[in-house]
């Protein structure tokens, strides 16, 4: 009794860890570029859904394994991102610190646009991908994982090891960080304000084509695949404090460790898991509206008050 | 006031004239069918499909000379609307050929959402509507009007659990046994549901339920509920779900190592896109489907070689639905003798299409207006290989039951 209990607590966290690996990376895009430009990327779904097509493509016709293919996605999906943020960067900027309506629209258009490309391209037909180890598992601990889903978790923690790397070690990511910070402040210092913000949505539209090709991977998709992966990076980032990408890698464990765990030790549905999502997003938004890191601020002030 | 001149009046009436018996002779020169279906959006790959089959059903009449209307042969001419797989659009188009193109009778769209948008319209103009695209019930029984060819999904499940039955029957299964049912949240899996539920309330010595578990379409992870599968200790798995979901879902469950003695993912299961996305993954899971181009039917035959000669490859169960639609108004129109809306409705209650290519060979509708026909099943054998392994009589092959562990 105790062995079972024991063993479904270990399958329970190592899901909720993979399972975390693959929001965290549905996330990150969307959080670098809402750090710095205020901008909530609608188009975020469009991209992932090119991502996983560009990544089919690779595959079907030169035969690149899909996560080798991310050597080729990440580059061109930064392009791409510059070249949005070329055409649209100015319709895009926020006055304020709030998201302008204009940069809502417009991105929710260019998602139309990507969306409606792809059904012209490559038809309303389900693609996927199958390599040679889409089906096989790995036991981790006793529990049978798919490799897939350990790919995955694996390139996210690459993918949360390099945006620290950079945000934190190098002069860019400085610039980022100041920009995100205090945009006025940061073009006083002398930073180019408009060329890091196109470098962020280029960073940013780059990790939400790795995450298409990753959940190419693991999934099915059409031209209208993405949809409900916004909505739970929405509530990702929201718990994660909108801004840090370590934040958003926490917020993405807390909500796979909410999910896992209320379907393996409650009898909640497993079909109000997105009602789990969006009641998070709701108590993340009123009780923590800078998610788990202003929590952690606040222990701090705490801690060195007493 | 401005008095108009006898010549001005006499134009004027002259005109109304002409307009009049223009219309009437466009109403008896030739048949108004409308269609609206889903060429373009998520809906657009099927939705093509049924365009391609209903627009070659209409040229085969029209090539044969039309439809004997009491005597004398009139063509079809078909105005085909695409709605972009948006449901209130389907509706406004749907209401757009009857108001301005004044047709005669309006074939229905693909998936039951887009339908049931459409079908509320035909009962405020009283036209009949006919669709070869939805299954859910609901669509049904609430207007005279509105009839389908596809059977009700309820029966779909009904028609598994005599297969498997048969399966007990024959010795291959030992009941009693227990089934996880597992089905996407809309009216199709409600439905798919039910009529699992209720086949097990009238056979409870055979069959119980151990998990009745739905889920939210496009799920990023499907390892929480597919554990509560592995816990449940089912000996059966059914799942009603979408193509997408099948092949993510069916991907965990190869990967977690999972095993049923009998699986079924509804209508799922035989699909291309499925069988290229999951490769060895997919045999000996058995589906239902409303069609088979299996079906040793010599009308089938005849079908299958003429569809693949027009157009390349075998046909598809979409196509063979969309293509029995037409020919079921086209029958019904035949047998009302006229284009009068009432009796072209009259016609398809009270029709039977004996040279149908459906399932039975018999298509005809119930008092709801859904098609009473029965399904097949199919089950796939490994490289590649699909057998039909009911209605028992049609069989092609042998069912494998329990799956090979």
Same mark, same amino acid.
């Given at each position: 009794m105790r062995s079972t209990l024991m063993q479904q607590f270990v399958s329970v966290a190592l899901?909720?860890?993979?399972?975390?690996?693959?929001?965290?990376? +549905?996330?990150?895009?969307?959080?670098?570029?809402?750090?710095?430009?205020?901008?909530?990327?609608?188009?975020?779904?469009?991209?992932?859904? $090119?991502?996983?097509?560009?990544?089919?493509?690779?595959?079907?016709?030169f035969? /690149?394994?899909?996560? &080798?293919?991310?050597?080729?996605?990440?580059?061109?999906?930064?392009?791409?991102?510059?070249l949005l943020y070329k055409l649209f960067g100015r319709r895009?900027?926020?006055?304020?610190?709030?998201?302008?309506?204009?940069?809502?629209?417009?991105?929710?258009?260019?998602?139309?646009? &990507?969306?409606?490309?792809?059904? !012209?391209?490559?038809?309303g037909d389900t693609q996927s991908i199958l390599t040679s180890y889409t089906l096989k598992s790995m036991e981790i601990a006793g529990v049978r994982v798919g490799l897939p889903s350990v790919f995955v978790f694996l390139a996210s923690v690459a993918s949360l090891v390099f945006l620290n790397v950079l945000l934190k070690r190098t002069y860019l990511g400085k610039a980022i960080r100041a920009v995100t910070q205090n945009r006025d402040a940061a073009l006083l210092s002398g930073v180019n304000a408009d060329r890091i913000s196109a470098i962020a949505f280029g960073i940013g539209t780059a990790f939400a084509g790795i995450?298409?090709?990753?959940?190419?991977? $693991?999934?099915?998709?059409?031209?209208?695949?993405?949809?409900?992966?916004?909505?739970?990076?929405? *509530?990702?980032?929201?718990?994660?404090?909108?801004?840090?990408?370590?934040?958003?890698?926490?917020?993405?464990?807390?909500?796979?460790?909410?999910?896992?765990? $209320?379907?393996?030790?409650?009898?909640?549905?497993?079909?109000?898991?997105?009602? !789990?999502?969006?009641?998070?997003?709701?108590?993340?938004?009123? !009780?923590?509206?800078?998610?788990l890191p202003g929590l952690l601020a606040v222990f701090e002030r705490r801690r060195a008050a007493q | 006031m401005h008095r108009a001149r006898p010549w001005q009046v006499i134009l004027l009436a002259g005109f109304a004239i002409a307009m009049t018996v223009g219309s009437a002779l466009a109403a008896d020169d030739e048949i108004r069918v409308g269609a609206v279906l889903p060429l373009t959006g998520k809906e657009s790959k099927i939705g093509g499909a049924y365009k391609l089959a209903t627009e070659y059903a209409v040229k085969e009449i029209n090539d044969a000379g039309g439809i004997d209307v009491h005597g004398k042969k009139l063509k079809i001419n078909l105005t085909l609307l695409d709605d972009t797989s948006d449901a209130a659009k389907s509706a406004q188009l749907t209401e757009q050929l009857i108001v301005q193109q004044k047709v005669h009778a309006v074939i229905g769209g693909y998936g039951s959402q887009l339908v049931q948008a459409e079908s509320v319209v035909p009962e405020r103009y009283g036209v009949?509507?006919?669709?070869?695209?939805?299954?859910?019930?609901?669509?049904?029984?609430?207007?005279?009007? !509105?009839?389908?060819?596809?059977?009700?999904?309820?029966?779909?499940?009904?028609?598994?659990?005599?297969?498997?039955?048969?399966?007990?029957? #024959?010795?291959?299964?030992?009941? @009693?046994?227990?089934?996880?049912?597992?089905?996407?949240?809309?009216?199709?899996?409600?439905?798919?549901?039910?009529?699992v539920e209720e086949f097990v309330k009238t056979h409870p010595k055979m069959y119980s339920i151990v998990l009745n578990e739905s889920f939210e379409l496009y799920a990023p992870?499907?390892? @929480?509920?597919?554990?509560?599968?592995?816990?449940?200790?089912?000996?059966i798995f +059914? *799942?009603?779900?979408?193509?997408?979901?099948?092949?993510? +879902?069916?991907?965990?469950?190869?990967?977690?190592?999972?095993?049923?003695?009998?699986?079924t993912y509804g209508a799922r299961g035989a699909d291309e896109a499925g069988r290229k996305a999951l490769g060895a993954a997919t045999d000996y899971i058995f589906a239902s489907g409303w069609w088979s181009d299996l079906l040793p039917y010599p009308q089938v035959k005849a079908f299958n070689t003429k569809w693949k000669a027009a157009n390349g490859t075998m046909p598809q169960w979409y196509h063979a639905c969309a293509y029995?639609?037409?020919?079921?108004?086209?029958?019904?129109?035949?047998? #009302?003798?006229?284009?009068? @809306?009432?009796?072209?409705?009259?016609?398809? #209650?009270? /029709?039977?299409?004996?040279?149908?290519?459906?399932?039975?060979?018999?298509?005809?509708?119930?008092?709801?207006?859904?098609?009473? &026909?029965?399904?097949?099943?199919?089950?796939?054998?490994?490289?590649?290989?699909?057998?039909?392994?009911?209605?028992k009589a049609d069989k092609t092959g042998p069912p494998v039951a329990p799956i090979p562990h």
């Open positions: 899901n909720s860890l993979l399972a975390a690996g693959l929001y965290a990376t +549905m996330a990150y895009g969307l959080a670098v570029i809402y750090g710095v430009m205020r901008i909530i990327n609608l188009a975020h779904a469009g991209v992932m859904m $090119l991502g996983a097509y560009v990544t089919y493509a690779l595959f079907t016709r035969a /690149i394994d899909p996560f &080798l293919g991310l050597v080729i996605v990440a580059p061109l999906f930064f392009l791409f991102g510059v895009m900027a926020a006055p304020g610190n709030a998201p302008s309506i204009e940069s809502l629209l417009l991105l929710f258009g260019v998602w139309l646009v &990507l969306q409606n490309t792809a059904y !012209v391209i490559w038809t995450a298409g090709a990753m959940l190419s991977s $693991l999934m099915a998709f059409t031209p209208d695949f993405g949809r409900s992966f916004l909505l739970k990076s929405f *509530c990702i980032i929201v718990l994660g404090g909108m801004e840090s990408v370590t934040g958003v890698a926490a917020g993405a464990l807390v909500l796979a460790i909410l999910e896992n765990g $209320l379907a393996a030790y409650t009898s909640v549905p497993t079909s109000l898991q997105d009602a !789990v999502s969006f009641a998070l997003l709701f108590v993340a938004l009123v !009780v923590l509206p800078r998610g | 009949p509507y006919i669709s070869g695209g939805a299954g859910a019930s609901a669509i049904y029984g609430r207007s005279k009007w !509105v009839f389908g060819t596809l059977s009700p999904v309820e029966n779909l499940a009904q028609t598994q659990m005599d297969f498997l039955t048969d399966l007990v029957n #024959a010795g291959k299964l030992k009941a @009693p046994l227990k089934i996880s049912l597992v089905r996407e949240n809309t009216e199709h899996g409600r439905d798919f549901a039910k009529g992870d499907f390892k @929480p509920l597919l554990g509560r599968v592995q816990q449940a200790k089912g000996d +059914m *799942c009603d779900a979408h193509l997408e979901d099948y092949i993510a +879902m069916q991907r965990t469950y190869t990967q977690m190592g999972l095993y049923h003695q009998m699986v029995e639609t037409v020919r079921a108004l086209a029958a019904a129109i035949h047998k #009302a003798g006229s284009l009068n @809306p009432e009796a072209i409705r009259s016609a398809i #209650a009270t /029709i039977e299409l004996k040279d149908s290519i459906l399932p039975g060979g018999v298509l005809k509708f119930s008092k709801t207006g859904e098609a009473v &026909l029965p399904f097949v099943v199919t089950q796939n054998k490994p490289d590649g290989k699909l057998d039909l392994v009911w209605p």
